[in-house]
DNA sequence: CGGAATCCGCCACGATACTG
DNA sequence: CAGTATCGTGGCGGATTCCG
């Protein structure tokens, strides 16, 4: 089954942490299950899977179709990889042809859940993003064009003085 | 600038998503806020600064040491990153040696405090996760098994057939 | 000290072909 | 229809070097 990741082993505990809790303690490169379940949701199709499956069940190719763009492999994959975590449930209907139902599990909904608000949170700021990024760009440009100019000036009064130098030994 | 990532152009409003939110607005390929902020946010290294930031302020060299195993590349690039969008803000100190503090705005501290949600959903879950892969890893390496005991079975079945016609034709 | 620029290894992902 | 197997590649991230 060659095993493409490795999450089999040291399950990690990251400790308890109440109230103040050690920040290096649930994020270091230490294999701890937050950054796993992060990676898990925020990798390229998970968060989409577990938003379609949120309103009903699908079958396999369903997913495939309303994704658009998603290679089968990666639908598989990502689907495997939220059947290990226990957020979404694999039924097999044995018939011809062969159909595979998948639906959010009571944990995959719940994960769902906290992901709305992260979702809202974009939603509600994501103009002052945009607006950050505008004044960070313009920003980066303008101080470029600046220096730019300051580079020319300095060749230009270089020149100058060569040019005098020049006129005085000569 | 050379400007590794592309995220200039088509700021991409996803529309407003109401209630009945149309998923596939908000997080197709098309380049949303939503999957910009959620890749950002859960690259290998932004979390860990904004969760340490979210504490006091912190100089580069801070931040260095603290996260140990970051390269000075990947820190420059993701506090870049941050404060280009407007989570965390960068104060240059004009003196020798050069000094530089970075630390959360406003709107990184709403966002961390979104992100604790998540992780406080990740540590209440962990062991439903750790049970559920234990679960499903067990299933397979069984299945796995069963499979080659069915192998070597039919394997010597073949042989025993085999065997029975060269006495007969032999 | 706080970067920027360059080179490079690795693997996640996509495309393709084959199976039950 | 729902996968598995194989190969090729782009880009992320690490190591190193140089600059103000």
Known sequence: MTMEDGTSKSPGYCG????????LQWDTREDC???QILDRIADKWSLLVIALLDQRSLRFSELRRR??????????RTLRQLERDGLVSRTVYPAVPPRVDYELTPLGVTL????????????EHQNEIAFAR?????????????????????????REVLAAGRANTG
Do not use: N, P
């Not at 994704?67 to 598989?76: A, D, K, P, V, Y």
């Not at 769902?112 to 939603?123: D, F, K």
């Open 134 to 158: 505008a004044a960070y760009d313009a920003r980066v440009t303008a101080e470029q064009e600046a220096a730019e100019r300051d580079s020319a000036e300095r060749d230009a009064i270089a």
């Open 33 to 35: 299950e937050v950054r």
């Open 112 to 123: 769902h859940h906290t992901i709305r608000a992260l979702v809202t949170w974009t939603e």
């Open 67 to 76: 994704i658009e763009g998603i290679s089968q492999r990666m639908l598989t």
């Open 16 to 23: 308890d942490t109440d109230g103040d809790y050690d920040v």
